[in-house]
């Protein structure tokens, strides 16, 4: 019994050093591995889904600041009018005649400009 727990300690005695040794260089290695994995994919999600919204954001925020009375927006409920008064934050739209709302700029999801017509949907069905 006393062999056996001998040889036991003696081998884990002797395994261990190398065990650890294998853990540090590994671990070095890992690091690198996973710096080599996630740097592209950082950057894949910043060319692909940052960037897009930020511009996206940007141009939203430049066609709320140009809108002038007058203009046809559309607000992101779908409702269509025309601009009667522009106030810091919010406009002054009448839907129809006689039927005015006032409307917070950052719900405006289109601006049409002055008389503008509406853009024309591309529905060319191959007969």
Known sequence: MYSRLATA???????????????????????????????????????????????RQKKHRQMIEAVAKGDTVITSGGLIGKV????EQELNVELA????????????????????????ANDSKAS
């Open 9 to 55: 300690g003696l081998l884990s005695a002797t395994l261990a050093p190398m065990a650890m040794a294998q853990e540090a260089g590994g671990a070095t290695g890992g690091i690198i591995g996973q710096l080599i994995f996630f740097v592209p994919l950082i950057l894949i999600f910043y060319f692909l889904l940052i960037r897009p919204a930020n511009q």
């Open 97 to 120: 005649e006689g039927v005015r709302v006032r409307v917070v700029k950052a719900m405006i999801a289109d601006v049409r400009g002055k008389n503008e017509p509406a853009p024309a």
């Open 84 to 87: 009667i008064k522009v106030t």
